[in-house]
């Protein structure tokens, strides 16, 4: 019995490696080039330092808007409002690191790791002077935001929003 | 007179919404207005009838029914626990295949090797084209023109239901725009990943402690 | 956490009307409560914190059921004659029931109130909820509901007056002009189920 299901366990990786490399070269040659090499160079990032606050009159300003679903989230019902701090725009290009310093004292350094379809790979560094608070590899789509947070400030908790467009 | 009755000032009185100014000035009218008084007490009265009348459904309910939610709550903590343990020390599905397949490497990759080079050969024509693609580094210099054209999935605003919560957002992200985080190192003992799925979609959070204490942990996801 | 639970239950009941889904969210607050406590700090704000969770809870499940009403008064009162939205003595039917501090020890009375909120459209009753239950600003109140603070106040001033004659038509119009109180003392909001729980 252990004999032949040994026979069994030889016979099905060829059969099941034999019928899924062919598959997968006819789709290499069919697959139009064009959607194959749908890549980017290039991403156009802003980064947006939000202020949240315990007090205040519960409002979302109007330049948090892009921000407003999620802030109403419950994982932010600890704060009762909101405010822009700063932006910055950044240019990136692939392969390079280019950083933002924001009016909070912190800098972000981002990355462009690659890219692929609509979807980008990045690198982000978020620092408080010498001090690394995080540094990750993310993937996202193109126009998604990613909210990094947490951030001590006199008047509440500082969050940074990035939010990167392929192109 | 116009009695304050007819007035919002009242109500926002009532409500301590009232900046000091006007709250003197509606006091003074209120001194002079019966009316008003009554409809002041009269909504004083409301309040109390409503918080009591709430209060007295909720002491209605019987404890062993929150005592069941309890017990429920606890059971959906301890089973998140478990899946944060489970998920810290997950081999990846890929590592699972390998494993399973690691006896039988010496025989598929014979027939593999052989099926691909069959398969490279029929198709030359393509695959030469394939090769003249740009790395990704190599196509910083000059982007393929289709990466121009690279689509921004941009989702319409999603409408708020019968205005109960609003919805507006000028600029909106994709709908599947949770980030894959790869690799992560917080700079303080302690962060956290965690998602927000609201009607922009689902958002990805990174929440980071401040330690003073710098201590890396990398958690891949 | 457990001595909140009725306050919870009492909001949840409030916005839904059904005890089986006031305490299905009465149970996913205090789920989340737990799972975001540490991102929760100081003490000052917890009654906040905690009623936005249960807020937003509530508003979400009336999203997702909902459920049609019997009876609407917003289109009602759209087509009143102007003039109308004084408050009269034919709408004070609370003032007419003997002494206050009985009040609340009355059946009639507390029946009348549920019957009110039960008939009131989504949005006039969560206003009343946020407003007399929560003890909401009016600008929480707009943040909530996504709309101006002219609007929360307009709702705010219709919910009560529909709830006036909702209680006017249960409890009929008795002048009682012997219990008057006096409206000095009753013109600072009550500090909500914060201070009137036990």
């Known amino acids: 019995m252990k004999h032949r299901t040994k026979i069994y366990s030889r016979l099905l990786a060829p059969i099941f490696v034999s019928s899924l490399v062919p598959l997968g070269a006819m789709a290499m040659i069919t697959l139009d080039p064009a959607e194959a090499r749908a890549e980017v160079s290039s991403a156009t990032c802003e980064i947006h330092a939000v202020l949240a ?56 350094k981002l990355s462009l790791l690659g890219a692929e ?38 008047d509440g908790k500082v969050f940074f929003a990035i939010r990167c467009r392929g192109g | 007179m116009t009695p304050v009755s007819e007035n919002d000032s009242l109500q926002a009185y009532f409500d301590d919404e009232l900046g000091a100014e006007e709250r003197a000035a509606l006091e003074a009218t ?69 494993a399973f397949f690691r006896p039988l ?23 030469q084209s394939a090769e003249n693609t740009p790395t990704r580094v190599a196509s910083k210099d000059e982007p393929p023109a289709e990466a121009a054209q690279a689509p921004e999935k941009e989702t319409a605003p999603a409408l708020a239901d019968e205005g109960m919560i609003a919805a507006k957002v000028a600029d909106t992200q994709p709908a599947n725009s949770e980030a894959e985080i790869q690799r992560i190192e917080f700079g303080g003992k302690t962060g956290r990943i965690d998602r927000i799925e609201s009607t922009q979609g689902i958002t990805t959070v990174i929440w980071i402690s401040e330690d003073d204490e710098t201590t890396d942990s990398e958690r891949s996801l | 956490m457990q001595r909140y ?92 029931m003997g002494d206050p501090s009985n009040m609340l020890q009355r059946r009639e009375i507390l029946d009348a109130v549920q019957d009110g909120l039960q008939y009131l459209s989504d949005k006039h009753r969560a206003v009343i909820i946020m407003r007399e239950l929560q003890g909401m600003s009016y600008a929480e109140m ?43 003392e009753s013109n600072k909001p009550l500090k909500t189920a914060e201070a009137v729980m036990p």
């Open chain 3, 5 to 96: 639970q009725r306050k919870v239950y009492a909001v949840a009941y409030g916005y839904l009307r059904n005890q089986e889904d006031a305490l299905d969210v009465v149970q996913e607050a205090f789920i989340k409560v737990h799972r975001y406590l540490g991102k929760f700090e100081g003490n000052s704000s917890f009654y906040t914190w905690l009623y936005r969770i249960v807020t937003n809870l509530c508003i979400d499940h009336l999203r997702k059921s909902k459920r049609h009403r019997s009876l609407e008064f917003d289109d009602k009162l759209r087509h009143e004659p102007k003039g109308s939205e004084t408050i009269g003595p034919d709408h004070r039917p609370l003032s007419g």
């Open chain 2, 30 to 98: 209120l001194a002079g207005d019966p009316e008003a008084r009554l409809s002041l007490e009269e909504l004083a009265l409301l309040r109390q009838a409503i918080v009591g009348s709430l209060e007295a459904e909720a002491a209605a309910v019987p404890e062993a029914r929150f005592e069941q939610i309890w017990e429920q709550v606890d059971r959906t903590l301890d089973r998140d626990a478990r899946l944060q343990q489970a998920a810290e020390v997950n081999v990846s599905i890929w590592s699972r295949m390998a």
């Open chain 2, 105 to 127: 490497w010496v025989p598929t990759l014979g027939v593999a090797a052989a099926t691909a080079a069959i398969a490279l050969y029929v198709g030359g024509g393509a695959t």
């Open chain 1, 53 to 108: 606050m315990k007090s205040g009159d519960g409002s979302i300003p109007a330049d948090l808007d892009f921000l407003s679903a999620q802030l109403r989230d419950d994982q932010f019902a600890a704060f009762k409002s909101f405010r822009l701090l700063d932006s910055k725009s950044l240019k990136l290009k692939l392969g390079q690191t280019d950083g933002a310093s924001m009016a909070t004292g912190h800098n972000l």
């Open chain 3, 142 to 184: 707009a943040q909530t509901m996504g709309c101006s603070k002219g609007t929360i106040m307009s709702r705010l001033f219709h919910a009560r007056r529909n709830m006036q004659k909702i209680l006017t038509e249960k409890l009929g119009y008795t002048p009682n002009a012997a219990n008057k109180t006096s409206a000095d």
């Open chain 1, 117 to 154: 379809a609509s979807k980008l790979q990045l690198h982000a560094v978020l620092a408080s002077g010498d001090k690394v608070l995080v540094d990750t590899d993310y993937k996202i789509e193109s126009s998604g935001i990613l909210l990094i947070g947490g951030v001590r400030h006199p």
